[in-house]
């Protein structure tokens, strides 16, 4: 058991500009989140998945952002045209819904600045 | 809709000292409560977890929390603080293990010589 990685660790990028962060979950996990957590706040949930299924999407998640887990493995956040209210730390979690009692592991983040 | 308190943004303590960090939830049904550390710049690590049983639970690097449905809190404890516990804490509520999760706004604890 590897635990959730993210790629990068660390994104600057100008506005305007869009970036993409992979995330990769524990292997045998088939739940995927997205939160986000801005400065002195706790995480708030964006997105999840159910193997390749997006199954819930928060009201945070404007369209400039889009998520995807093409084969239930790895997902990607896509952020368009990104804007300095956008600069946050980007954290993906994992679990499984096969285990009654199972918690959601936390990837290290990927802390966005946006210029 | 389902929310977590955290009364205390900033909390010192002294080194050798005990440790009760404060936690308030809102949530309709049986609730799923998590406490996460987070050191600076990490992604958030589980310390404990309260689904069901027995309302004294036990987590990692010595710490414990217990669940009080009638005041709806879940405080964190430990009985001697070490200078490596300096760190945010985050207090979470689901409706399973696998839920999605709400987050308090987390309680920074400075441990002091």
């Known amino acids: 058991d590897t635990g959730v990685s993210q790629d990068p660790r660390h994104k600057i990028t100008k506005r305007g500009q869009n970036v993409t962060f992979r995330c990769d979950p524990i292997s045998e996990h088939n739940r995927l989140y997205w939160y986000r957590q801005t400065l002195g706040q706790g995480p708030e949930f964006l997105t999840y998945?159910?193997?390749?299924?997006?199954?819930?999407k928060s009201r945070l998640l404007s369209d400039r952002f889009s998520a995807e887990r093409p084969k239930g493995s790895f997902s990607t956040l896509e952020i368009q045209r990104t804007e300095q209210g956008d600069s946050a730390m980007y954290l993906c979690?994992?679990?499984?819904?096969?285990?009654?009692?199972?918690?959601?592991?936390f990837g290290p983040g990927t802390r966005l600045t946006v210029l | 809709a389902q929310s977590v308190t955290q009364p205390d943004i900033h909390i010192t303590v002294s080194e050798g000292a005990s440790l009760e960090l404060r936690c308030n939830y809102s949530?309709?049904?049986?609730?799923?409560l998590f406490w996460y550390v987070q050191s600076p710049g990490q992604g958030l690590q589980l310390l404990l977890k309260?689904?069901?049983?027995?309302?004294l639970v036990q987590g990692i690097k010595g710490f414990e929390a217990e669940f009080k449905r009638s005041q709806s809190s879940f405080n964190l404890r430990k009985p001697s603080v070490h200078w490596s516990d300096a760190a945010e804490y985050f207090c979470a509520v689901g409706n399973s293990g696998y839920s999605t999760l709400t987050f308090g706004k987390g309680t920074m604890l400075l441990v002091s010589p």
């Open positions: 949530y309709g049904a049986t609730p799923y």
């Open positions: 309260y689904f069901s049983g027995d309302t």
């Open positions: 979690a994992s679990s499984s819904d096969s285990i009654s009692y199972n918690e959601q592991f």
């Open positions: 998945f159910q193997n390749e299924a997006q199954l819930e």
